[in-house]
């Protein structure tokens, strides 16, 4: 198994630019989601998807839109990109919402908006 | 507001044992998680706790005190590839996911 796969690894911007960040899972997960990384900070939830054809807000959605239209894939579009958006992105994954459901991550986009 | 507290860098011996601390406050408590994070790498899932306790898995051990809102991740006999970055995160009475921004632990020969 691939587990979740996420592409691409490394992206570099102009503001105001747009770009998807893919990403897809192998597991048959109902739950994936989207955080971002930045240093000094805890993970920050993006959007979040508990099935095909839901998507949720998290903490910090604004400028960026999700779609779930199958199980498996779960992208994010960045829609003009700020340079505030300069961040390490991940996506995860996990069987349910339930509290002891573990999330699987994947290896990670470093994006740079200039 | 919702808070998960972790000091920031720790610094070790290899073959030692240290111990990583975690307070937190949320609105409600499912879940106390602790990932392991190398440079550059994804965050991978190491343990689990919900009920009051010790849990022990090889050499590492995650504590946690739901009074107290506090937890501790023991790493025993460490070895240098255990230099990486230590996530807590706790799920709050929504599911969520709250999480510490990590303990740096470096290892010295």
């Known amino acids: 198994n691939a587990g979740v796969t996420q592409t691409p690894k490394f992206q570099v911007l102009k503001t105001g630019q747009s770009m998807t960040l893919q990403c897809a899972q192998d597991?048959?997960?109902?739950?994936m989601s989207w955080y971002r990384q930045d240093p000094g900070m805890g993970l920050r939830l993006i959007h979040y998807?508990?099935?095909?054809?839901?998507?949720d807000q998290g903490e910090v959605p604004n400028g960026y839109n999700v779609s779930r239209s199958t199980t498996e894939d779960f992208p994010l579009r960045l829609l003009s990109a700020a340079p505030s958006q300069t961040s390490v992105y991940f996506c995860?994954?996990?069987?349910?919402?339930?509290?002891?459901?573990?999330?699987?991550f994947g290896s990670g986009t470093q994006l740079s908006v200039l | 507001g919702q808070n998960i507290d972790q000091p920031t860098e720790m610094t070790a011996t290899e073959g030692a044992i240290v111990q990583i601390n975690c307070t937190y406050q949320?609105?409600?408590?499912?879940?106390l998680f602790w990932y392991q994070q190398h440079a550059g790498e994804a965050p991978t899932f190491l343990s689990y706790?919900?009920l009051d306790g010790l849990e022990e898995k090889g050499r590492f051990s995650s504590f946690l005190s739901r009074s107290k809102g506090y937890s501790y991740l023991l790493l025993k006999e460490l070895q240098m590839k255990d230099s990486a970055s230590y996530l807590c995160?706790?799920?709050?009475?929504?599911?969520?996911?709250?999480w510490g921004a990590g303990t740096k632990l470096i290892i010295k020969p």
């Open positions: 995860a994954s996990s069987a349910g919402e339930g509290g002891n459901e573990k999330l699987f």
């Open positions: 597991m048959n997960h109902e739950y």
């Open positions: 998807s508990v099935g095909a054809g839901i998507t």
């Open positions: 949320t609105s409600g408590f499912n879940g």
């Open positions: 706790n919900v």
């Open positions: 995160a706790v799920k709050d009475s929504n599911y969520q996911l709250i």
